[in-house]
């Protein structure tokens, strides 16, 4: 199985801030990879796919990239709304895997 | 607008079984494939299962091979999780997932997610 691992696993920062959220897979899964936000009590949301591609609808602050092993996420400027949870997936084969997830908190 | 509304949680004694329901609507349920992703409580996410659109491909994650079974009626647009011999381990909210295409082997994705339906597996 391919693992999945996030860094850090939790971060604070504030309103406006620049973040980035690293995650790094066990063997090589080229840009099979994709971003899920996760808010308290509410399910999953698609942000990012094929490793750098903006799901529709999904604000542009958000950006990805990376291939291979090491990708990661980046919020440009936070927005009250970005404090949540965030997964990275690895969509390359199955087992289909999760990251152990990153919660981003107001500083 | 895609919705996802699961139903069929609740209390389970441990050995027993539950099926789980995903009612779909706002888009061509044949046409896609879709999946199970379970959370158990301040827990993170795990994939349980996934089926192709025309139930052609199928795969369970390991925890889970044996005791579940996934299916789907497409006269319906309903998606099924037949779960048997339920463990404590089991316990989490279940949520059904919509594919990115029809194909389990295509792009692994879930771009659409239902609110999820709790499952309690205790004595």
């Known amino acids: 199985d391919i693992q999945m691992t996030q860094s850090p696993s939790s971060v604070s920062a504030s309103v406006g801030d620049r973040v980035t959220i690293t995650c790094r897979a066990s063997?090589?899964?080229?840009?099979?990879l994709a971003w899920y936000q996760q808010k308290p009590g509410k399910a999953p949301k698609l942000l990012i796919y094929a490793a750098s591609s903006l799901q529709s609808g999904v604000p542009s602050q958000f950006s990805g990239s990376g291939s291979g092993t090491d990708f990661t996420l980046t919020i440009s400027s936070l927005q009250p709304e970005d404090f949540a949870t965030y997964y990275c997936q690895q969509a390359h084969s199955f087992p289909i895997t999760f990251g152990q997830g990153t919660r981003l908190e107001i500083k | 607008e895609v919705q996802l509304l699961e139903s069929g949680g609740g209390l389970v004694q441990p050995g027993g079984s539950l099926r789980l329901s995903c009612s779909a609507s706002?888009?061509?349920?044949?046409?896609?494939?879709m999946t199970w992703v379970r959370q158990a409580p301040g827990k993170g996410l795990e994939w349980v299962s996934v089926i192709g659109g025309d139930s052609g491909g199928i795969q369970y994650a390991d925890s889970v091979k044996g005791r579940f079974a996934i299916s789907r009626d497409n006269s319906k647009n309903t998606l099924y999780l037949q779960m048997s011999s339920l463990r404590a381990d089991d316990t989490a909210v279940y949520y059904c997932?919509?594919?990115?295409?029809?194909?389990?082997?295509?792009?692994?994705?879930?771009?659409?997610w239902g609110q999820g339906t709790l499952v309690t597996v205790s004595s």
């Open positions: 063997q090589g899964i080229g840009s099979w």
């Open positions: 997932a919509k594919y990115y295409g029809s194909d389990i082997s295509g792009r692994r994705l879930f771009d659409y």
């Open positions: 706002g888009f061509g349920f044949s046409s896609y494939a």
